[in-house]
């Protein structure tokens, strides 16, 4: 089973660079409500396990994890992906801005090649590498 | 003249001794009933349960317990998560649970909210959850087996649900009852 099943570690270059945690205070609660259930942008998986699947990201708080219950479900057989908040992607309807969080877990996340720390600002065409899994981020 | 010096002698011991006596009687009062000393009791806890202090039993045969958290080894309770697979150890008989780093019971999960309930020792001496998010125009859900509520009291092996993470509440003192201090009638 997928869920139940750990997460592997892979080596990636440059991995022993310190990283930092996502300071996530500041982050709305990712409660889903009809507001919240307007799609504003979507991964395009290009790379990996699930290469040709899209997922959407909403408005407001968006999880990204190998589990089903994320808000962004990475659930096609990569188990380089955590199952909870391996990422965080947020969209701020107040200023149209998308940022994401570094989870903090295993496996760290990549931002067109660069190794991602704390959180950054996502643009249009930028990509994220989660593991073995290359997503790439389009707005709507 | 020989009698007159013993009846004296005597007299002067008696005197002497009633003097001793009257000292005596002033110095350490007879006492009318025995003052009850408070007896203490000391009782060996599991460490893992709880720290009981001392249980005192006072004049009028109320047996004091105080179970005080202890700040290393003594949790109060526990709440096992089961995606994380982790167990958080509860010492305080006050918590906030939440996100927020400020936060006594963290969950780092986004779909949690920042300050989302407190926990806290009720009056009844069992853990009591409560939705702090009750009250906003978008609250974050809180389910306890299953049921959607805002506030109960817990018991041990509850499930606690709270936007989607749970989490399962263990009760860890069992013959002592958590809190700062109870009295109860003894046998």
Redesign the interface.
Known sequence: MNDRERTRTISIPGAEEPRREA???G?A???I?DKSNLKVASLKVVDGPGKGQERPVFSG?N?VGR?A?NRIPLDFGDNTIS???HA?IAYDASNGEFRIFDG?KQNPVQVNGERLSGDRQLSDGDTIKIGLTTLRFALM | MGLWLVIGSLALTALALVGWFAARARREPVPIMPEAQPVTHHVTVRPDVAHATELRLDRSGVMNATVMPHPDDAPLALLEFD??SATVAVRSPENVIG????VDIRI???????QHATLCVGPGGAFEIRNLTADRS?P?PMRINGEHVEHARLRDGDEVDL??VTFRFKQAAHGLRTGASRSERHP
């Open positions: 300071n996530m205070d982050l609660t990712q409660v409500t708080t999880q589990s219950d199952r909870q908040q965080v903090g | 995606d994380a996100r927020h780093t400020s780092p999960d986004v779909r949690v909210s920042r978008d974050n936007g989607g």
